[in-house]
């Protein structure tokens, strides 16, 4: 409607512009050099080449194919426990300049932000976006700063979101270089199968490679590492290189470190593949009464269920066998002793386990741990067994507020556990057989939840084993968690697997032979256990528990963890020929159930 009421503008218009365009051109061709300055300075924002350039905690973030905005990929970060996945780059900048970053996002919870900045940091946020949508906010850098941390992240407890596009458009600041060597490397502590180094943080760096006898070990955001899978009493050298977008810095100068000798933890003499087992001796159910000398030779070591204590907090464990009124068919204690020491002779371990679903034991003062000490070294004694199981439950062991660091445990009835084991260690020897059977919600669940967390509200009990296995690694013959009576669990995938199948097994064990970040937390990484340490805990029957596993399941479970085949949609992070073998929940079950159990693993391992 303008132009055709105002004809004789357009052209004076027109003509002025162009006289000025003349007469100013070098104005112009600077303002053209200005505007060229203000370029997207985000590294692989359009996440086309994978996940370079950003850095996610705890391997929340990944890239995916669909849904994506443009091009072929985008981000998708998956909070979990107290991990809101955060994905983020450092950007090199000019002071003193303005600068805007958009990204398109849908999903759950997403926020975009800018931290760093020498002035304001901002971020900018949707709850909710169910299609693509796009995020922008501004910011001006500082008189002195020189580079910004721009990231992305979800909620904590909200499904995954997705980024894609994203940019940041300003000014560059000086051409970026690869980091500077890493200094400072010393190893910090060291186990008979692991190596935990640290060094001094590298400006500019995004991310460090740890390298063993020159070949590279393992890629880290941070500036501590945890190398396992090594072996006892060996020498190792270690070197760290920084790295980031533009390159890779020359290797540290080497630390060496020898690892612990062996502490008995291998399991003496059991054979490579052992089959491990629950025997019914102080009470009766539904699976009836089983006699020591009738327990088939399958079974590699033996349980004693259970030690119990007179009460819950006093240590005093006590064993006895089941009386004959609840037990019409058991055996006298001597020839109980006498077919313990049967099975000895033919090879196998008898162990005591303490605890259970009904023998609460908690540990709170130093009378109990001693109590402890001394009325379980007098079971073992009594009947000549060859070591001791625990099979902690329930409200045994919970964390208290504020110990937060798996490494360091504070709370009494962790630190006093830990002690009265080692005391027991100690007196038995090399030879004393240490297993545990814990339930996922006291290990895996520690991926996502460690105690009450940072800041209280969570269940206190949640991973709450896991102090107890690190400290113990190394006198560990046998962790075999009971993968079954539990709730969904995440794996490394960050995905929820439920039992009853292989797919359980599979993401439960690999967690234990690769180790995790405990709570999201990538400075607090439980290391992983050796293959030999680990074996896969089943009910024996379906009325032995929830979660039981068809022979073909397990099959499959123990195909993909040994031979990488049959592992479905799981990827494992490794293949472990050397694991262990399978613990049930129980004898008295398998026998109920015709040897189901027993016969599986036989036709199995040969």
């Known amino acids: 409607m303008e132009r055709t009421r105002r004809p004789a503008l357009y052209p004076r218009l027109v003509a002025a512009l162009a006289a000025a365009v003349l007469s100013a051109g070098g104005l112009v061709a600077a303002a053209q050099t200005a505007r060229a300055a203000d370029a997207d300075i985000a590294r692989n924002g359009g996440f086309e080449s994978g996940l370079t350039g950003w850095s996610c905690t705890a391997g929340s973030g990944s890239v995916v194919t669909t849904p994506v905005h443009g091009g072929g990929g985008a981000l998708k970060g998956t909070p979990a426990g107290n991990d809101n996945a955060k994905c983020s780059q450092t950007v090199t900048v000019k002071p003193d300049s303005a ?3 958009s990204s398109w996002v849908r999903g759950g919870y997403v926020y975009l932000g800018a931290s760093g ?15 693509w949508q796009k995020l922008t906010t501004t910011f001006r850098t500082g008189p002195s700063t020189t580079s910004v941390t721009i990231y992305t992240h979800g909620w904590y407890g909200t499904p995954a979101y ?10 560059g600041g000086a051409p970026e270089q690869a980091p500077a060597v890493p200094t400072g490397l010393k190893a910090d502590s060291v186990t008979s199968s692991s190596v935990t180094l640290s060094w001094t943080p590298v400006t500019g760096a995004t991310g460090y490679t740890v390298y063993r006898g020159g070949a590279k070990a393992l890629d880290v955001s941070g500036t501590s590492a945890t190398v396992t899978g090594l072996s006892p009493a060996t020498a190792y050298s270690f070197q760290v290189a920084a790295t980031n977008a533009i390159g890779t810095s020359a290797l540290s100068s080497a630390v060496t470190a020898t690892t612990a000798t062996s502490g008995g933890g291998t399991g003496g003499d059991l054979p490579a593949h052992a089959l491990v087992g629950y025997l019914h001796s102080s009470f009766a159910n539904g699976s009836g009464y089983t006699r020591m000398a009738d327990v088939p030779a399958s079974w590699d070591v033996i349980n004693l269920a259970f030690g119990e204590p007179t009460s819950v907090t006093s240590g005093d464990i006590r064993f006895s066998l089941c009386p004959v009124a609840e037990c019409p068919n058991v055996e006298s204690v001597a020839e109980f002793k006498a077919a313990i020491k049967a099975k000895q002779a033919a090879g ?21 741990r001693d109590a402890f000490v001394s009325s379980v070294s007098k079971i073992i004694d009594e009947y000549g067994l060859d070591g001791l199981d625990i099979d902690f439950e329930g409200h045994s062991l919970s964390l208290n507020t504020g110990d937060t660091d798996f ?20 007196k038995y020897g090399a030879d004393f057989v240490l297993t545990m059977a814990p339930e996922t919600f006291f290990v895996q669940l520690g991926y996502q939840f460690y105690g009450s967390g940072p800041w209280g509200g969570q269940d206190p009990r949640a991973g709450s084993y896991l102090p107890v296995i690190h400290a113990l690694r190394d006198d560990l013959t046998l962790l075999h968690v009971q993968d079954y009576n539990s709730g969904p669990i995440m794996g490394l995938d960050n995905q929820y697997h439920s039992m009853g199948g292989a797919d359980f097994h599979i993401a439960m064990t690999d967690m234990l032979l690769t180790g995790f970040p405990v709570a999201g937390d990538t400075t607090k990484v439980f290391p992983a256990l050796r293959p030999e340490q680990v074996a896969i805990g089943l009910p024996a029957s379906p009325q032995a528990g929830n979660g039981h596993t068809t022979p073909a399941e397990v099959n499959k479970a123990l195909n993909c963890l040994t031979k990488k085949t049959d592992c479905g949609s799981y990827q494992t992070h490794g293949t472990w020929p050397a694991l262990r073998g399978l613990m049930t929940w129980s004898i008295n079950w398998d026998r109920f159930n015709q040897w189901e159990f027993s ?8």
Do not use: E, H
């Open 99 to 101: 600068y805007t970053l």
């Open 117 to 131: 900045t020498g002035t304001t940091d901002v971020s900018t946020w949707t709850q909710s976006a169910a299609d």
């Open 162 to 171: 997705y980024a894609d596009d994203l940019t940041l458009v300003g000014p």
């Open 348 to 368: 196998k371990k008898v162990l005591i386990s303490i605890g259970g679903a009904n023998g609460q034991v908690q540990l709170s003062t130093t009378a109990a």
């Open 407 to 426: 490494r360091n445990p504070t709370t009494p009835v962790v630190v006093n556990l830990i002690s009265a084991i080692k005391t027991l260690k100690a």
């Open 599 to 606: 016969k599986n693993f036989d036709a199995y391992f040969g």
